[in-house]
């Protein structure tokens, strides 16, 4: 289904006055005019969120409304689950609008469908990964955490002043650094059982499970 609008718009053709709802690929208004807001695209579990009377909240394909709209802010997740934000809080939602466990951060956002990355503050290097019950999955002095492969995410600090970040790797399930933050870059792409990394501004390979096979030591390196 696509979001529409119908009402007034500005002259760089924003929606100003109006209210939104969906039509299926035919053109038929299925889910009626009635929000101030409505999201462009559907979650891949199926759900979207809408904002009435100034407050947001989620609906499902058929165009019930799932979570009420109470929240400041909505985002969803691809699973089961939403993070709502009421009063400079978060909150982990369901998709009945019961709240299943609430943020200690300031900032969260989802990782996976039922995972959270969580921080307090962008320049400070301490980040988190939660489960939607708000269980601590990994935590550490770092700057940025992203999952690459299951139970497997680059981790990394930053100078500030030279702008420039360090790249490790960081196993969930052992509960530990695999890969030390010492790296430029990380190739997670897997050729010829060799994963391409830079050290110092030089080329080499790790193997698959990431030991050093040929250390940094050429000017460009292609995998292959």
Known sequence: MIAVFQGV?????????????????TGKLVIPLQ?????????ESGYAYVKMNGKYGAIDRTGKLCIP???????????????GKRDEKYYVIDMNGAI???????????????????????????????????NVIMEGDWYGIDQREENL??????????????????????????????????????????????QLGYYGFFDENFQVTIPAQYEDAISF
Not at 35 to 43: L, T
Not at 76 to 82: E, P, S, W
């Open 69 to 83: 709209c109470t929240w400041d802010s909505i985002s969803m997740g691809d699973g089961q689950y939403a993070l």
């Open 9 to 25: 718009v500005t002259e760089s053709d924003q929606p100003k006055e109006g209210k939104w709802g969906y039509i299926d690929k």
């Open 35 to 43: 929000y101030e807001k409505a999201d462009y695209s559907w979650s």
């Open 153 to 198: 995410f680059s981790v990394s600090t930053r100078d500030m002043q030279a702008k420039k970040n360090s790249y490790g790797i960081y196993d969930a399930s052992a509960g530990k650094l695999i890969v030390p933050m010492v790296y430029d870059e990380i190739n997670y792409t897997l050729s010829d059982n060799r994963r391409l990394m830079k």
């Open 100 to 134: 299943v466990s609430a943020i200690q951060q300031k900032n969260a956002y989802f990782d996976s469908a039922e995972t959270v990355y969580v921080y307090d503050d962008y320049d400070v290097h301490h980040r988190a990964i939660l489960d939607v019950q708000g």
